[in-house]
């Protein structure tokens, strides 16, 4: 068939033909935390998902609606997005807080993330295409430590897999007394005399008669945690990730350690193309935790605010600066929501596409929603849809 038949065909080979000497599209790419993202194709975002032995308090919220957030505007820009948020259910708080109870790990693992899991759904995040429990990757963790062990960025004790940390917490740009304490405060026993830096940490360690216990070549253990997220998000998306997301408390140790397995197990830099860290929630300016009674969860919130709403509060600001929750300004956000779908009602004008624009320069949602109110009409449903408030 001669080339200029082409164009009488009716199929995606038309649409081809019609492409040729056309305007290219704008360059799909994404700006976040400082970083320019191209974006050609597909997009990787590893999130750190929960340690299941707790009921979704606000803080949680925020970071996987943050995720979910990345998501939408990732695939909003036309690139195939896959997210992976995994499940740590094996993790010495887990084993303790079912401990606290009675209960067995594996049981309160299944039910706490079925809370969870209904939560999400309620704050109308999407299903992440993979959510591996560490569980399933115990094997991926072997490897891991075998692969350090050999490329000399680890070494074996007394059943110990020790990852050499002295870089990662020089990396990390945090004072040593600073990140000593944070290392301790997350479980790395820096103090620990069997290693031969405070900040060398577990990739895998041996297990009590009362802990989990798996077989490898150092005997009967278990992963270190951020050897679990490191073992997984190499299994899942390969040697890299274009977006690594965690709540702030994540900075360091965890993704610190997370990302420095990685990198020195498949020699690929940088692990992530951007991190992304949402900013912590506070109560009266205290970080949000158990042990100080201070949580606000969020199936409590749903008995007095839409899910919408919520969204809405939790994503009407910087993603990466601490907030204070407060109560009363649930309404505002009920209003502001009902603000939006006045003005996705009304006829609209301006650029459709201006309200979504300001998602893609490093996720400001603020912008976002001024331009909606402003503009009305498609510009304001488009927002609705990309923020999945619809
Ligand atoms: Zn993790």
Request: hydrophobic fraction near 45%; proline fraction near 6%.
């Amino acid at each position: 068939m001669p080339a200029h038949s082409l164009r009488h065909l009716t199929s995606p080979v038309t649409d081809a033909a019609q492409r040729v000497g056309s305007t290219p599209p704008a360059p799909a790419r994404l700006a976040l935390a400082g970083a320019t993202l191209p974006l050609v194709g597909s997009a990787r975002v590893y999130v750190c998902g929960i340690t299941p032995y707790d009921v979704t308090h606000l803080g949680h919220a925020a970071t996987f609606v943050w995720a979910d957030l990345l998501a939408s505007v990732l695939d909003g820009t036309g690139v195939d997005v896959a997210t992976c948020r995994n499940v740590t259910d094996v993790d010495d708080v887990l084993l303790e807080a079912a401990a606290r109870r009675g209960s067995h790990f594996d049981e309160l693992a299944v039910t706490q993330e079925a809370v969870f899991d209904r939560s999400m759904r309620e704050l109308r995040v999407a299903t992440p295409a993979h959510q591996p429990r560490a569980r399933h990757y115990i094997d991926a963790v072997v490897q891991l430590a075998a692969v350090l062990l050999d490329r000399g960025a680890a070494y074996e004790r007394e059943g110990t897999v020790w990852f050499r940390g002295q870089d990662s917490a020089a990396r990390s740009g945090l004072d040593r007394d600073r990140a000593l304490g944070l290392s301790a405060a997350y479980g790395d026993a820096p103090d620990d005399p069997a290693k031969d830096d405070p900040f060398d940490v577990a990739v895998w360690r041996p297990s009590s008669d009362q802990q989990p216990a798996w077989p490898s070549p150092w005997g009967w253990g278990r992963p270190g945690w951020h050897a679990e997220c490191a073992a997984m998000a190499l299994a899942v998306h390969g040697p890299s990730v274009d977006v690594l997301v965690g709540g702030d408390d994540l900075v360091f140790p965890h993704h610190a350690y997370q990302v420095a397995m990685a990198e020195a197990a498949s020699g690929v830099t940088p692990f992530a193309r951007a991190q992304l860290h949402v900013g912590e929630v506070r109560v009266d300016g205290a970080k949000m935790a158990k042990s100080t009674g201070n949580l606000v969860l969020v199936d409590d919130l749903l008995q007095h605010v839409s899910a919408a709403a919520l969204r809405l509060h939790l994503l009407h600001r910087r993603y990466d600066e601490p907030w204070d929750f407060d109560a009363a300004s649930l309404d505002d956000a009920q209003q502001l929501l009902e603000a939006l779908y006045a003005a996705a009602a009304r006829p609209g004008s301006g650029d459709p596409a201006a309200a979504v624009e300001p998602l893609r320069a490093d996720l400001d949602v603020p912008s976002a929603v001024a331009a909606a109110l402003d503009l009305g009409g498609e510009a304001a449903r488009r927002l609705i849809t990309q923020l999945r408030l619809g």
